[in-house]
C-alpha cells in the first residue's frame, strides 16, 4: 500500500512545482518528512546535498533514492514515474498552448507573478534546513561552514558540487570526532 502514497506523495510535489527542482524541493520536504515521516530533516538534508553533487534534475534523483528506501525496486519505479511522466505532459501540452499564446498578457503574468510565491517556498526550506543544522552541529559552526560556502562559490567560483562534496567530507571527517569530546 506504501507505493500508493509514493504516487500520490511525488505526483503532487511535482505537479504542483512549478519550474523544476528549485520550485519542487520544498513541496518534496513536505511530503516525504513532513506528510510521510520517510526519512528525517537531517537525512532529508543529507540526501538533497547528495543529489545536488551528482548529475541530473534533482526531483528524480530524490524520488529515485526515497522510493527505494520506503518500497525497494517497485517504490523506485513508481516514486521515478510519479515524478517525470506528470511533468512529460505536462510539458507537452503547455508548450504547445504557451506557443499558440505567447503574446498574451495573461500568459506573461500568469509565469511572473509565481516566481514570488518561489522564491518564498525556498526560502522556508533554506530556513527549516539551516534550523536542522543549527540543531545539530550548533549556531557557530553553521555559520561559519555557509560563509565558507558562500566564500567559495560567490568569490572563488567554486562549483556548488565541489562544495558540497567538500562539505560531505568534512562532515564525515571533522564532526564524528567533535561529538566525542
Do not use: C
Amino acid at each position: 500500500m506504501e507505493w500508493i502514497n509514493l504516487i500520490i506523495g511525488f505526483f503532487i510535489a511535482n505537479v504542483l512545482g512549478y519550474g523544476g527542482g528549485p520550485a519542487s524541493i520544498p513541496l518534496m520536504y513536505r511530503e516525504i518528512v513532513t506528510n510521510h515521516a520517510w526519512t528525517t530533516p537531517m537525512e532529508f538534508s543529507n540526501i538533497l546535498a547528495l543529489g545536488n553533487a551528482l548529475p541530473g534534475p534533482i526531483a528524480t534523483k530524490i524520488a529515485a533514492f526515497i522510493g527505494y528506501d520506503v518500497g525497494g525496486w517497485l517504490g523506485l519505479i513508481v516514486a521515478l514515474a510519479a515524478t517525470i511522466v506528470p511533468s512529460a505532459v505536462a510539458l507537452i501540452v503547455l508548450l504547445k498552448v504557451l506557443q499558440k499564446h505567447r503574446q498574451s498578457p495573461i500568459v506573461k503574468g500568469m509565469t511572473l507573478l509565481v516566481q514570488p510565491v518561489i522564491a518564498i517556498m525556498m526560502l522556508l526550506l533554506t530556513w527549516q534546513m539551516a534550523q536542522s543544522s543549527v540543531e545539530s552541529i550548533g549556531i557557530i559552526q553553521s555559520l561559519i561552514i555557509a560563509a565558507v560556502a558562500f566564500w567559495a562559490m560567490q568569490f572563488r567560483k567554486i562549483h556548488p558540487a565541489i562544495v558540497i562534496v567538500i562539505a560531505f567530507a568534512y562532515g564525515g571527517l571533522v564532526i564524528p570526532h567533535l561529538h566525542v569530546l
